[in-house]
């Protein structure tokens, strides 16, 4: 079972990138299912979440510019980042979890992680 992300890349303030964290090995469609990013230097942080029902949620700092989607169909969850800022360069990490959980914010309710991809937004 694992997680495998991707979409990562080197853009301009003001691009877009699509994320992509495909789930293998379970079907997951019924997981909570999460973003995080890490940024040179600082802890992780939540970015968006989307729990049972496809109820989602976003950090403050990435409402109206980010949009978590979800494919059960091809077990993957997506994450559309529009109008990117130099301070969205971050690692971003896809996570897990199998049950719903209220704490969708907290990198501690998932079991799950991919590997990562590296998002650079230049000025």
């Known amino acids: 079972v694992q997680l495998q992300a991707s979409g990562g890349g080197v853009v301009q303030a003001g691009d877009s990138l699509r994320l992509s964290c495909a789930a293998r090995g379970r079907t997951f469609s019924s997981y909570s299912m999460g973003w995080f990013r890490q940024a040179p230097g600082k802890e992780r942080e939540f970015v968006a979440a989307i729990i049972s029902g496809d109820m989602t949620y976003y950090v403050d700092t990435v409402k109206g510019r980010f949009t978590i989607s979800r494919d059960n169909a091809k077990n993957t969850v997506y994450l559309q980042m529009n109008s990117l800022k130099p301070e969205d360069t971050a690692v971003y990490y896809c996570?897990?979890?199998?049950?719903?959980?209220?704490?969708?914010?907290?990198?501690?309710?998932?079991?799950?992680w991919g590997q990562g991809t590296l998002v650079t937004v230049s000025s």
């Open positions: 996570a897990a979890a199998a049950s719903y959980t209220r704490k969708y914010y907290s990198g501690d309710e998932y079991e799950l």
